[in-house]
């Protein structure tokens, strides 16, 4: 039997008031007391429930249905937003995933209203939609570097929880996950980066230059938890200088989310027993 959590992660990592990411231990591994192996295992069991459960909502998306599932990923540099993808995504059948990477912004995407580029990539029915980062550069990133002035970034908090509900009403649940690394663990990446041949791909100059306004981005990062953790879009705050344990909780993240929607198999809509007599008489 795969160990279990002593308090579910949805449970464990939500973000309430009073939430202090200066004050977190970015190296706990909150509700889970078994360590790094139990958790594979725990996570390949939690796959499991994952894939059949999409599979479930892929069905239902086919058959009508207007429910989907968005993950947002947050978070610094090296934080693990494409090992989450790799790792955890990857236990499902691609078909069923659609993946959106938002860089900085096209010509033609800065002509636009933020949200614009969002919008067009919300997840279909039936699919489960994840952002390696998303609208929320545009008070993180867009606000440290003042890309805009404040009287421009400061309404966005109310406008984003706006736009988030009238996506939840449309049909989509959203998770919300900010990867939290800490500045000694981001350290210790970047220099990997630059040890490894294979990794250079991953590095670019400018993040030492990110990194540099650390306590800036702390700040950012505690007013998009304080303004935009609300009941129907809440964040979870996942403690991720332990590779194995971001990826562990948001499994299970997910997992919880997709059973909760309690989607049904769609019956068929042709008569099942005149359809085997019809296949039994072909002589083929
Ligand atoms: P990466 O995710 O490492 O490929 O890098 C993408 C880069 O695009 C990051 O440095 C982000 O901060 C940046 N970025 C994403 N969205 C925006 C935005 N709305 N405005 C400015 N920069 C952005
Ligand atoms: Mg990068």
């Known amino acids: 039997m795969a160990k279990s ?23 706990a591994t909150p509700g889970w007391e078994h360590g790094a192996s139990a958790a594979d295992k725990r996570l390949a069991v939690d796959g499991r429930h994952l894939s059949e459960e999409q599979e479930r909502l892929f069905a239902d998306g086919r058959s009508g249905g207007t429910r989907s599932v968005l993950l947002v990923l947050q978070g610094m540099d090296t934080a693990g937003k494409g090992g989450i993808v790799r790792h955890v995504l990857g236990m499902v059948d691609p078909q069923g995933v659609q ?6 912004p096209t010509q033609k995407e800065r002509s636009q209203h933020y949200l614009q580029r969002i919008r ?8 489960i939609g994840v952002f390696d980062r998303s609208h929320y550069e545009d008070v993180l990133v867009v606000r440290v570097n003042e890309l805009v002035p404040p009287e421009v970034w400061e309404p966005r908090f109310d406008e984003i929880n706006a736009f988030e ?3 939840v009403e449309a049909g989509t649940v959203i998770v919300k996950v900010a990867l939290l690394v800490s500045p000694a663990e981001q350290r210790a ?4 980066r630059l040890e490894r041949p294979d990794k250079y791909w991953k590095f ?3 993040d030492i230059d990110e990194r540099a306004k650390w306590p800036s981005y702390l700040e950012a990062y505690q007013a998009v938890l304080d303004r935009t953790s609300t009941d129907h879009a809440p964040w979870y705050a996942v403690p991720a200088d332990n590779k194995w344990y971001a990826r562990l909780a948001v499994g299970r993240l997910l997992r919880d989310t997709l059973e909760d929607l309690h989607l049904e198999w769609p019956a068929a809509d042709f008569d099942v027993e005149a359809q085997k007599a019809r296949l039994d008489a072909q002589p083929l």
């Open 204 to 206: 670019n100059p400018g």
């Open 189 to 192: 990446r970047l220099r990997e």
């Open 99 to 104: 993946l959106h990477s938002f860089g900085v």
């Open 165 to 167: 509900r009238e996506v």
């Open 5 to 27: 959590w002593s308090t579910p992660p949805r449970e464990a990592l939500r973000v309430t008031p009073g939430y202090r990411l200066a004050d977190a231990d970015l190296a």
């Open 120 to 127: 067009e990539a919300l997840p279909s029915p039936g699919r």
